[in-house]
């Protein structure tokens, strides 16, 4: 019995549901996506060759920025709101503050805060002006730099209350390169008094140049 001959055809691949399926991841990582928060003032952190990242949470960043000619510079402070979004640290250390300073913030000032994502160097005592405030120009009026003076060092509490509501907390230190000395000594001398002892410093990764070697 002669064999019955197929006739070959070329496999037909429908690519429309994986188009469909990536247009759904597309969207789902646009809307839950978190944009890097932009700093109030800019700060030109010197290079390393450490390729460690930044964590995404558990962290409170102090920051170092120059001041104005004459000036140590200014002191700028941020921490994350925790991993899960029930948690509401920012609030809670905002309001840890507050009854420091014997000042009482309202739910939506709080609300406010956890909003922002930003570092911010704002004395706690025109932190409602501040949190009242909508426009960014408006808001930097207040960015004198947190107080780091031995008289009302606010420094040393931000850093004591976020440990107290977050005792995974890590701290890391972004400095300008051009920042002084005794500004820096200043703030590693608070964070040791609290007990912190260990801390990331955030730098630039420097590129490598690899050359290769000539053989004869």
Do not use: C
């Not at 921490?79 to 939506?108: C, V």
């Not at 107290?164 to 820096?184: F, H, R, S």
């Amino acid at each position: 019995m002669p064999k019955i001959k197929m006739h070959g055809r070329s496999p037909n691949v429908d690519m429309t549901p994986m188009v469909d399926l990536f247009s759904l991841l597309l969207t789902f990582f646009m809307l839950t996506a978190t944009f890097r928060p932009m700093e109030p003032v800019p700060v030109d952190t010197p290079f390393s060759i450490s390729e460690k990242p930044t964590p995404d949470n558990n962290y409170m960043t102090v920051m170092l920025a120059p001041g104005a000619p004459g000036t140590p510079g200014k002191v700028y402070f941020n921490f994350d709101n925790g991993p899960d979004t029930i948690l509401h640290f920012r609030p809670k250390i905002l309001a840890e503050m507050g009854k420091h300073y014997n000042i009482t913030f309202t739910p939506q000032e709080l609300a406010t805060f956890e909003k922002l994502t930003e570092s911010f160097g704002v004395p706690i005592q025109d932190m409602k002006k501040y949190l009242a405030l909508t426009d960014a120009k408006e808001r930097s009026k207040f960015e004198t730099g947190v107080p780091t003076d031995s008289l009302d060092n606010q420094l040393a509490y931000w850093v004591l209350y976020a440990r107290q509501v977050n005792p995974a907390i890590i701290a890391m230190i972004k400095g300008d390169a051009t920042v002084e000395y005794p500004l820096v000594k200043k703030v590693l001398d608070i964070l040791q008094d609290k007990n912190v002892n260990k801390f990331s410093l955030i730098t630039n990764l420097e590129k490598i140049e690899v050359k290769e070697a000539k053989t004869e």
